[in-house]
């Protein structure tokens, strides 16, 4: 667990006011249950909320996918259907939500949740761990800046590519905060290189004065965050041209059975094999920095590459066909990277396991590689656009 070596017990005052008004939250929650009382929203709580980026919208650039993979797609992640990912391969508008920073006063972090009145903000992918709290020592604070995110929490990816951006944004408006929870093997190491301030980490926090930053999915003002990201790390030295990712089995079980098979015939296409979880963050940058072609079965471990493939380079995500997803499609989009999503096949009866045709593979990448190039100008375009809609 991640302890700031700094913090010190406010003590049995702040820890009696902060658990009656955890107390006082599911008392009202209860309450409200009974009378059928709405949720209320974090803007209901706030004393003051400020626009950071307004909404907006901006042509879609979809992914590149031969017409004759789509009917293998048989499904999703995350209550995703199968129709929604098949629309959105072919949807014509990129919607962005606005960003909003929320002021809020009298709150208390505990157990992975932020309390505030009968607002309960989330953040730690479970419900209060009571393990943690109200037996742990308590900090006060007069003002912070909240510093995670649910998906974040539970996984890599989402703290690379929506975490790390949201602290980049949430340092401007005071000292970083978050709850208590396991570092990722590589979460050190990436605040190092990207010179981020890693968030004060306790069980229990009152904040005279909280912000919390609200942000969903891609928009102008998070692209810029992107771009941030990738000239910091495009000082580094570069790496290899070409490399694939292995997956093997880390992460919920996607197992692509030929995976050494493909790596093989890559090698004699002049790429690079790594396994990312065995290296250090250090190590993925200096190996992967300034990549023309990245290539690897979708799952966190392609995070990195969001930031490091050259600008409007290409990566290839091998997408297994019960568990197709647009995520890293959509956000190599928005980091000036085209994508090719190639659906694999399945092995028999099994929703895991799946197999890559090779011959077909290799067909594919060249077809990837002359349509990227030949769409590089709209690419640059589609990244210019988002950017110029910044508030």
Known sequence: MNVDPNAKDAGLDVRIRSTLQVAKYYARRALGKVLRKPSIKLSEVAYRSDVICPPGEIEALTPIIWEHHIPKILGADFGVTV???????RREKFQFEPVVAHRIRNAVLAGGSVFCGRYRHEIGGTPARWGHWPGSPTFEMDSASLAAT???????AHWMMDELPYQLLAAKFGPLVAHLRDRYVHESGY????????????ATIHFRDLVIVDEFAQNPHKTARYRV????LASFPKGRDRIFLMRGNSGSRRILVNEQEVADRLAGEGFITINPTTMTAEDVVATCRGASMIISVEGSHMAPAHYLVRDWGTMIVLNPPCRTSLCMADINTFCGIRTGMFICDTVGDSKSDFQVDIDELM??????ERKASQETGLLQEFVTQVLRQQA
Do not use: C, N
């Open 83 to 89: 129709d929604t990912i098949r629309a959105e391969l």
């Open 150 to 156: 649910p998906y974040g929490s539970r996984w890599f």
């Open 229 to 232: 990201f990738r000239d910091k």
């Open 191 to 202: 605040h190092r290189m990207l010179d981020i301030p890693q968030p004060l980490r306790l």
């Open 363 to 368: 067909r594919f990448i060249d077809f990837v």
